[in-house]
């Protein structure tokens, strides 16, 4: 864009960044979220080749990108809310499902996820975290 000379440049050296990065990382939240601000219209494309590795760290690290209500949040995190891979660093026993119910619920006032609840109510709560999923998707 006119307005943005060193774009397209500055968007290419992120992405080169973000590919090297190892397969499964928590690296990289500030560039995915320079991304995101700067270059909405990438983000998207951006976010799903980040997850595509499939690493678990990676998953959550992109929950933490998209936790203040991102209008992408509930397209890129639904397919993890199927992921129960355990994560690690956390007071609580944590899953890649529950990190991203958690982002996914703070997209609206309408849903919510309260990750003390133990294994079987977070469990209730992800399906019906994938139910408003499936009719909010964009």
Sequence with gaps: ???DPDGELVLRRARGILDEL??????GRALLEMIGERFPSQARSVYEAFLATGGARRAET???VLWYGDELAIEILAPLLDDTRRLTGFNIPLRVCDRAAQAISHTSEDISFDSDGSK?????QIESLKRYCEQHVH
């Design 62 to 64: 992109m929950c933490r």
């Design 120 to 124: 079987a109510q977070r469990d209730r």
């Design 1 to 3: 864009a006119a307005d």
């Design 22 to 27: 190892p397969d499964d990382t928590d690296r």
